[in-house]
């Protein structure tokens, strides 16, 4: 383990590394896409004064307000909290919290997070978005204290994914609770186990001896689109949902995915026998994964993708590669877990639906390994194969079959010596179709437990800010093995920590400050919008850092200024933009959580609410331009 001023020594000598170099292009008119990754953000040229031509404009401070702040120029409105009926039969939410199971199986679900907007014609659209989690506190007049079989049916109806109608009218968008297209699904959805490892022994349980038919989907994070019209949500924490009240032999397999013999705080397994791992162990391994849904199609089954593997998902990032492959990048959202990209058997074909639909089945997946330089922020890297028979992925090692690799994708991604990082959350991907970035959002482990060093992209100990690395695979080629990486920024509070790593890159001024990066995604013409979910109390290190927030990147210039500003202690998350990209959808997650005072967004004494905002110009323009 470094010590703090032994890390600030060699951090600051890679800075005056880079600085010594000059090995980047800020200024010019025209940068190609093969100088791009060249950019230094921790070079003084990235200072706060620079004028970017994306970032139109007027940045807003930080808040500790109970409120959604946005720039002059721009209007913010609700288009659908927690609760709102998304049928013309359901009922209106209750601030009681006595409504049950079937109220809220026909009303928005809680805790919004990633989303996408698909286009249905000119003035209609349907979107998906997942609702992560939901807060007891809020959810039931008793706290969760005293749960009923119903109480635990109302938790999973509220979990899971919303589809719903929005209809475009004066210009400004709305639901249409009447839309054919309206569905929610939850804990308790049927689904379809598709990929190496459906029908295996391990995800065969008591209910389901087939293991083909997983019931829900929960904990869902973030997202990916597909070109072929379907929505990719993510399942994360699912761990925290299984327990006992008695004892269970669980393998160190359950531990590696937090999968413990104790009582869940969600109280599930007390009516819901599923979620009784003594009971039925296998049950935590039909979780953990990425599901395909056709937001077109309410009759359709939702189908868990194996083969992009098993871990805390936190989003799927899909690109068409220049030779027809699907792409996707996905993020481990666990400290010290690890980055990993899927590559698909078969090509995409524009005109043909029917054969895009199974470009998901079949593919490899890969895990990331970052080399570095300790001299300098940069490196090379390369993407490892994690298939049975290769890199040490044997039975003699553990791995029964490639069904057991995709299972178990944790240990074999820790098999072939992948990079631990500092908890990988959202990854985007460039417009230009070649630079791909994630946010690595913070750990208070790295350099303090084994197997997570310092170095490389994750530079600093007890990280408690974040940063984001952005990498270009070799020529353009996604399917390649081999790639380089840099950061294009360190978060940091220049106020509480002047002079050291832990006051960020020099394109982090207390004008921008931020910590922990979370949600993250490009639009068109390729601004970085750059959401936080991340310590709020505006003290300590945090000082002056206010609530969360979502701020605006330019990757070819380095700068970054502040967007918007989100109610009291929550988190702001889930990104997507109507087609002509006027109108900005931006979801508050848990406003109010742990009881903080909030009353966001109907005031008064009302119920904090997790809640989807809709951002329009006062003069109809693009968002940002």
Known sequence: MWKRDEQDSQFSQMIEARLSRRRFLVGTAAISASSFLSLNPIAKAFAADSSSSLLNFEAVPTSTEDAFIVPKGYKASPLLSWGDPIFNDAPEFEQSGKQGSAAQLRQFGDNTDGMSLFEISQDRAVIAVNNEYTNYEYLFDHGG?????????????????????????????????????????????????????????????KLDPSGMKPLGTFNNC????????????????FNGYFGTSGSADLSDDHARYGVKAKTSKYQWH?????????????????????????????????????????????????????????????????????????????????????????????GTLYVAKFNMDDKDLKGSGEWLELTHGKNGL??????????????????????????????????????????????????????????????????????????????????????KAEFEWDLYLIAGNPVVHKGTPYAGSDNITPDNMF????????????????????????SGDFA????????????????????????????????????????????????????????FPAGGSSKPRSTIMAITREDGGVIGA
């Open 544 to 599: 002056g850092q206010g609530n969360n927030q979502m701020l605006c990147g330019d990757p070819m210039t380095g700068e970054v200024r502040r967007f918007l500003t989100g109610p009291i202690a929550c988190e702001i998350t889930g990104l997507t933009f109507s087609p002509d990209y006027k109108t900005m959808f931006v979801g508050v997650q848990h406003p109010g959580e742990r009881g903080a005072p909030s009353h």
């Open 145 to 205: 204290k005293s749960m009923t079989a119903d109480d635990v049916l109302k938790a999973q109806a509220a979990h899971g994914v919303t589809v719903f109608e929005v209809v475009k009218k004066n210009g400004e968008w709305t639901l249409d609770k009447s839309g054919q297209r309206n569905r929610r699904i939850t804990a308790n959805t049927p689904m379809q186990m598709t990929g190496p490892a459906a029908g295996h022994e391990l995800l065969k349980t």
């Open 222 to 237: 973030a997202n990916g689109q597909t070109p072929w019209g379907t929505y990719l949500t993510c399942e994360e924490n």
């Open 270 to 362: 007390d009516t819901d026998e599923r979620f009784d791992v003594a009971k039925h162990p296998n049950e935590p391994h039909r979780f953990g994964w990425v599901v395909e849904i056709d937001p077109n199609d309410p009759t359709s089954t939702p189908l868990k993708r194996t083969a992009l593997g098993r871990f805390k998902h936190e989003n799927a990032a899909l690109l068409i590669n220049d030779d027809g492959h699907v792409v996707v990048y996905l993020g481990d959202d666990e400290r010290g877990e690890h980055l990993y990209k899927f590559v698909s058997k078969n090509k995409y074909q524009p005109n043909n639906g029917a054969a895009n639909r199974n470009l998901l089945e079949e």
């Open 394 to 479: 044997t039975k003699e090692n553990g791995f029964e079959d490639q069904a057991e690799v995709m299972i178990f994708a944790r240990r074999a991604a820790t098999q072939v010596g992948a990079t631990t990082m500092d908890r990988p959350e959202w990854v985007a991907v460039h417009p230009d179709n070649q630079h791909v970035f994630c946010t690595l959002t913070n750990n208070k482990n790295r350099g303090v437990k084994e197997g997570q060093p310092v170095g490389g992209p994750n530079p600093r100990a007890k990280n408690n800010y974040g940063q984001i690395v952005r990498w270009l695979p070799k020529a353009g080629d996604h399917t």
């Open 515 to 538: 910590n922990s990066p979370d949600g993250i995604g490009f639009d068109k013409a390729g601004r970085l919008w750059i959401q936080t979910d991340g310590k709020y109390s505006n």
